[in-house]
Nanobody, 126 residues
Framework: EVQLVESGGGMVQSGGSLRLSCMSS????????MSWVRQAPGKGLEWVAG????????YYADSVKGRFTISRDNPKSTLYLQMNSLKPEDTALYYC???????????????????WGQGTQVTVSS
């Protein structure tokens, strides 16, 4: 059974930083491209960042480019999202997800599977 467990969220002031983690199990983590997506209150899902299975290529939504960094530790089957210079508009529930398409498709279409964990809440105050 595929399991994704997100953690690391919290409440920070504008300009602060957080590091999210996603521990995975039940599949060959090192063979799968992965993404972070988020859902703000009252809004739809937004793809945030993606990384290829080897960790050598990363892609970002324009809204987070230059502020967020996605990475992975394949031996630990863990995905990360380092978030710096946080803004109130980054407030959302963050999920990690497996990609259904290669990560370089993520900027043009829905690339991720609609299967995730409980998510981790990020709240940024102004």
């Amino acid at each position: 059974e595929v399991q994704l467990v997100e953690s690391g969220g919290g409440m920070v002031q504008s300009g602060g930083s957080l590091r999210l983690s996603c521990m995975s199990s039940g599949f060959a983590f090192d063979s799968v491209d992965m993404s972070w997506v988020r859902q703000a209150p009252g809004k739809g899902l937004e793809w945030v960042a993606g990384i290829n299975h080897g960790g050598t290529s990363t892609y970002y939504a324009d809204s987070v480019k230059g502020r967020f960094t996605i990475s992975r530790d394949n031996p630990k089957s863990t995905l990360y999202l380092q978030m710096n210079s946080l803004k109130p508009e980054d407030t959302a529930l963050y999920y990690c997800t497996r990609n259904a398409l290669p990560v370089d498709f993520c900027s043009v279409t829905t690339c991720y599977e609609k299967h995730w964990g409980q998510g981790t809440q990020v709240t940024v105050s102004s």
